[in-house]
């Protein structure tokens, strides 16, 4: 029996279909791995972008927190550089008035001389003025040195309010763009 050319050049064509076909299915199967893989890794960085977001509104609204915070430290503190200024104005007043001891300091060496009993009562009491003003001086130079001190803080948080204003200004663009 003698076989016909065609027969081969037939089983040459099936074999070459039969392997693309099997070339084209192996394709199908890794196309789908590849589209279920791009689609887990798009819905993982979706997940992650809303916590981004989320944390982003966290944190400008932090800022925002902190802003008021700085504001409210601010007109705190001249409110107290206010009353220190007060405090020292009273300070002065009650240093006149502490400065006119020494006139009721002679007097009272007038009564020692008339009456020798109280001279010595008077002396101590005398002493205990001159001590008083020196402390009541100390003490208002002080107040004055805290009155100066609470001027530089004021500076100083108007200083870093600005700053603070200026990290959350970019935040507050972003803002509407965020739920």
Known sequence: MREDPRRAIVEVMARLG????????????????????IIATSIVLAI??????YYVRLLYQDFNGI????????DHLVAVDEDMGVITQHMSAFQ???????????????IADKMPV???????????????????NT???????IDQRVYSMTGGVA?????VGQIARPM??????MP
């Open 18 to 37: 039969r392997e693309t076909q099997f070339h084209i299915d192996e394709r199908h199967r890794r196309f789908r791995i590849t589209d279920g893989v």
């Open 118 to 136: 109280i001279r010595n009562q008077m002396d101590g009491i005398a002493g205990n003025m001159r001590r008083i003003a020196q402390s009541m």
């Open 159 to 163: 200083s870093m309010r600005a700053n």
């Open 67 to 74: 802003v008021a915070n700085m504001v409210s430290m601010r």
């Open 48 to 53: 992650v972008a809303v916590f981004n977001v």
């Open 96 to 110: 006149q008035h502490i400065d006119q001891m020494a006139p009721i300091a002679g007097h009272m060496n007038a």
């Open 139 to 145: 003490m208002s130079q002080g107040m004055q040195v």
């Open 172 to 177: 507050g663009a972003m803002m509407p763009f």
